[in-house]
């Protein structure tokens, strides 16, 4: 053995090493490891300094998404307006629901982008712990940046199908349709932003218990096509008029900011103070609930998944 | 100066099937926390010796273990398979939670976990060293400079621009010890990922680790099963056995005073 054995007993190698300790760098940690850690402590400026990683997260995304694919980035555009197109055949003309008295073609892009833009980020977000199971069991890094990235992705490819917009609404315009768009296009930002922070907040939530009951993968799957029957998407809410039912929409939080986006960004909605305080609280809640229980969680999910 | 110090760590696994049975616990486990009692899980786990069968479903893969690290020590870590290695480096790099105990480092940790670390499939050599860098922590700045030696010292020039799915076994760990050795961390955690390397490789892996710990003043914390390469390489050895500091096995030879 080329290693002399001078040391038997764990007292003796604390001593040992004491000897050579600086007592002026005691207290001066860098990385401090326990077995939980702050309730409120959300690593805000870790994740700041992180910056480069989410950038890199969002492009690489971006990017893998269409690899090997011909079309590449054009399914962002194909897919809204084939669901669009369905949608029309399905719901206007053989349903024949009610459109707020907009386009039926424009009514249902829009819904169809804006539910898009939900649901990506929360079945994202939901599957986070499962889904990067590789890259979490190797390194450390700030886990809500994945979450983050996810959602920052989503609003990018919102942002380009929203453009897909414009055409139709044009079109729409100069054949004599009358949008009463004028101050109400400054509230487009407030839904964007609150949608999405609903669907990380679910979804953070969802991926916390995700880990430890894989059942909810499954839940996820189902819930958003059902959610989406349940949010004014394919009808306008003004045309509910059981007043029971009424109240159970109102009740998806959901359903106020999905008129606010069509108010913002067609011109015609039903928007209430009362509905969207309640989307807002709700929004709120479930982030500081989201948050805690994703810190909480990302501590032992690797040995889970 | 000692840059990292392990106070009372403890790990407890879960070692059966998920299913309803640890729904009915996880309730229990809430319930006397309401309570202000203690986990009762915590009582029943076994110690982990991997040749005893099992009852209670829960086991101890750490217990108990302290010790401390001086900069510029490299410090190996032995034991037979299931002794806790691998989940000590994984508490000391962050990747899971210890049940109880400390860990308090000083400086940025640079790991290398097993093989396959935490590099993406679809991404090309190229792009996974930046990824690699940045979620070290390095701004994209600091990984350009250090872009020429990574690859030069991993030998896999030819092959940069493809996506490492492509790579062999070897390739992988060329370039994921060359991330990890050439970024500006403190302390340097390898698991025993060498061991596919060749061994021109081995031993410039060896060589490196011996090089940056005296020259850079980084610390390295080294598992291996080869008892020689811990015997060239380490200044000191802990050995772990179910879990447990073996306490008639801890190795120390001191480095020039710091
Ligand atoms: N995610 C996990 N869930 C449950 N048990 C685990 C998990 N990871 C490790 N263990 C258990 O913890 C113990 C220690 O495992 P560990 O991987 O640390 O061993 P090791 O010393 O690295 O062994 P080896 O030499 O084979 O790599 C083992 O008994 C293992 O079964
Ligand atoms: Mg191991």
């Given at each position: ?25 005691e ?19 870790e ?13 690489r ?39 707020d008295?907009l ?7 829009s ?9 990506s ?56 349709y009358d ?27 969802i991926?916390?218990?995700?880990v ?6 499954i ?16 009808y ?17 939080p ?6 606010l ?5 067609l ?27 994703f ?5 032992t ?5 | ?19 309803t ?11 006397h ?36 690290v ?14 806790g ?26 790991s ?20 690699k860098?940045t ?22 020039q ?9 790579y ?39 060589d ?5 710990s ?45």
């Amino acid at each position: 053995m080329a290693l002399e054995k001078i040391i038997t007993s764990s007292s003796d190698l604390k001593k040992n090493t004491t000897a050579s300790f600086d007592p002026g760098a005691e207290g001066n940690w860098d990385i401090v490891i326990g077995p939980t850690n702050p309730l409120f402590n959300f690593q805000f400026k870790e994740i700041w300094s992180y910056r480069d990683l989410l950038r890199m997260f969002i492009r690489r995304d971006f990017a893998a998404q269409y690899k090997q694919t011909i079309l590449g980035p054009l399914w962002h555009l194909i897919q809204p307006l084939l669901t669009t197109l369905f949608f029309y055949v399905v719901f206007s003309r053989i349903a024949k629901i009610s459109t707020d008295g907009l386009p039926p073609v424009l009514f249902y892009l829009s819904g169809i982008t804006c539910w898009n833009f939900f649901s990506s980020i929360f079945t994202g977000c939901s599957n986070i712990f499962v889904q990067n199971a590789w890259l979490f069991s190797k390194v450390y890094f700030p886990r809500l940046i994945m979450p983050i990235g996810n959602a920052i992705g989503a609003l990018l490819r919102f942002g380009i199908q929203l453009l897909l917009l414009l055409p139709f609404f044009m079109y729409y315009s100069f054949n004599g349709y009358d949008f009463s768009i004028g101050w109400s296009i400054l509230l487009l930002p407030v839904a964007i932003l609150m949608m999405s922070l609903i669907g990380l907040s679910m979804g953070i939530i969802i991926s916390s218990l995700t880990v430890k009951y894989r059942d909810m993968t499954i839940i996820v799957g189902f819930a958003t096509q059902l959610l989406m029957f349940a949010t004014p998407i394919v009808y306008p809410s003004s045309m509910i008029d059981s007043e029971s039912l009424r109240f159970w929409i109102m009740l998806n939080p959901l359903t106020s900011v999905v008129e606010l986006f069509r108010f913002a960004s067609l011109g015609v909605g039903t928007v209430s103070i009362a509905g969207t305080m309640y989307s807002f609280a709700f929004m709120v809640i479930a982030l500081i609930v989201g948050l805690i229980l994703f810190n909480r969680t990302q501590l032992t999910a690797q040995d889970k998944v | 100066m000692i840059t990292i110090k392990v106070e009372q760590l403890s790990k407890q696994y879960m070692i059966g099937e998920q299913s309803t049975g640890f729904l009915f616990h996880d309730m229990n486990r809430w319930w006397h926390r309401i309570q202000g009692k203690d986990d009762p899980y915590l009582k029943i786990s076994d110690l982990n010796d991997r040749t005893i069968r099992k009852t209670s479903g829960y086991v101890w893969a750490l217990r108990d273990i302290n010790f401390e690290v001086n900069q510029g020590e490299v410090l190996g870590i032995v034991g037979s398979n299931g002794a806790g290695k691998s989940t000590l480096l994984k508490i000391l790099s962050r990747i899971t939670a210890p049940t109880s105990g400390t860990v308090k480092m000083k400086g940025r940790v640079a790991s290398l976990l097993e093989v396959g670390t935490g590099f993406h499939p679809e991404l090309t050599g190229r792009e996974n060293i930046f990824m690699k860098g940045t979620i070290l922590g390095m701004r994209t700045q600091e990984v350009k400079r250090h872009f020429d030696e990574i690859v030069e010292f991993a030998g896999v020039q030819k092959y940069i621009d493809t996506p490492v799915k492509k790579y062999s076994s070897g390739m992988y760990v060329r370039l994921a010890f060359s991330v990890a050795a050439h970024i500006s961390a403190d302390i340097l955690i390898i698991d025993e990922v060498l061991a596919v390397g060749d061994n021109e490789f081995q031993q410039k892996c060896i060589d490196k680790m011996k090089s940056v710990s005296t020259e850079q003043g980084k610390t390295v914390l080294f598992v291996s099963h080869n008892m020689k390469t811990i015997q060239d390489l380490c200044s000191s050895v802990i050995t772990l056995r179910n879990g447990e500091l073996d306490r008639s096995n801890i190795y120390y030879k001191p480095l020039i005073a710091v």
